[in-house]
């Protein structure tokens, strides 16, 4: 349910009929329509919409989903996963509802996502607490979190295993993470898989200091912001080309900070989502938590955290505007292409699954790393 705010017309909000307008010497009339043109550019409201947030999150084209899972994971067992005493009533393998704090999603010993395809689009998984334990099959793995994030190009299919090891054997696992699919356009669809850390010392952050001495600090996780320019995205990405303005960005704003976002281009989708905080101001309109704004993206827009710590997510980027067909993990541009992908994953498992479990996770003593098919190897401490 999406409530459309009301728009006022040039002629309305002066008083003028057309004939009253064109009794005006073109010169007066001129700057008479100059003035409104800057009065209504300062004045009528940026927002065009605002919509309730659930599970699943609305989004706009380029980005196809956008999902916020938090759970407070119990303390992890020798396996990682909870006590089978946690099991009781759940809908093991398809658990999707809270139950003691948390769910177990598709796992059965670990929550988590055992492996899976996907065709057609790119993930990226923000995580902001918490462990997330990758592999592919392409042969590559990695552990990342706390901050980390994880870009996947599917491309031409590929399967991945996502699992939330609980690490922690003596206190809850706490674990808040978005995952986004950005969509690629038909000439990218069939692209090689490529998956890029994007580890968190390396994700820029823009600070900004309002008049009255608070903070808001900007993780530009995906685009640019004033001098601030992301890691680059994997090469196939529609965010890999700056004129299409992607961008990614998680907003934490002080209690009472204000900060100005700024305009984009005509034409490109906006979308901000308060998820956190009590109250936001955007312009002049009052959010309450957990909601969806669809933006005006020429607006230059101040959003103020009212009376809490806020934090919001932007998604922003020009549209491919090409046909969408989605079934399940396959997103392509027509139901021929998808059901060749079926038939694809079918004769070819897309490259196997080289792991010895579909749930597959790592050593519980390992730190954050990221091996990649080609046998590169990044490491992070901590």
């Known amino acids: ?25 073109a010169s007066n009339l001129a700057n008479s329509l100059k003035k409104i043109t800057e009065s209504t550019n300062t004045t009528m409201s940026p927002i065009i919409s605002t919509t309730p947030l659930g599970f699943q999150w609305e989004t706009a084209d380029p980005f196809l989903f956008c999902v916020h899972h938090e759970d407070a ?85 590929v399967q991945h295993s996502e699992m939330f090891p609980l690490i922690h054997k003596e206190k809850v696992n706490t674990m808040e993470l978005f995952q986004i699919w950005l969509n690629l356009p038909k000439a990218s669809k069939m692209v090689e898989p490529h998956f890029k850390m994007l580890w968190r010392e390396d994700i820029p952050n823009y600070e900004n200091i309002d008049s009255k001495g608070l903070k808001t600090l900007v993780e530009v996780i995906a685009g640019k912001l004033f001098d601030k320019n992301s890691v680059p995205p994997p090469p196939n990405s529609w965010a890999a080309k700056a004129d299409n303005e992607v961008a990614v960005w998680n907003i934490k704003m002080e209690k ?68 969408v067909i989605q079934y399940g993990p396959f997103v392509m541009n027509s139901k021929e292409e998808i059901n060749q992908a079926f038939e694809d994953y079918h004769k070819t498992q897309f490259g196997g699954w080289p792991w010895p479990k579909y749930d597959q996770v790592h050593d519980r003593a390992l730190n954050r790393f990221a091996k990649h098919a080609n046998g590169e190897l990044e490491q992070r401490v901590g």
Not at 3 to 21: I, K, V, W
Not at 262 to 287: C, D, M, Q, W
């Open 1 to 25: 349910m999406e409530n459309e705010l009301p728009r006022r017309s040039f002629l309305t909000r002066l008083g003028l009929t057309l004939s009253s307008a064109l009794a005006i010497p």
């Open 73 to 157: 994971f119990p303390k992890g067992n020798e396996v990682m996963g909870p006590d089978e005493n946690y099991f009781k009533g759940r809908h093991m393998g398809d658990d999707f509802i809270i139950k003691d704090g948390f769910r177990m999603y598709h796992g059965k010993t670990v929550p988590g996502f055992p492996g899976h395809p996907h065709r057609g689009f790119e993930t990226i998984t923000v995580v902001r607490k918490g462990v997330v334990d990758h592999a592919d099959s392409m042969g590559a793995s990695g552990r990342y979190g706390n901050g980390d994030v994880q870009w996947m190009t599917a491309g031409k299919g």
């Open 256 to 323: 009472g900070a204000s900060f100005k976002l700024p305009a984009a281009s005509k034409g490109v989708n906006r979308t901000i989502y308060f998820y956190e905080g009590h109250n936001l101001k955007v312009a002049s309109t009052e959010i309450s938590k957990y909601s969806g704004i669809k933006l005006i993206p020429e607006f230059e827009v101040e959003l103020v955290a009212m009376d809490s710590d806020t934090s919001i997510l932007v998604l922003q980027g020009k549209p491919i505007n090409e046909q």
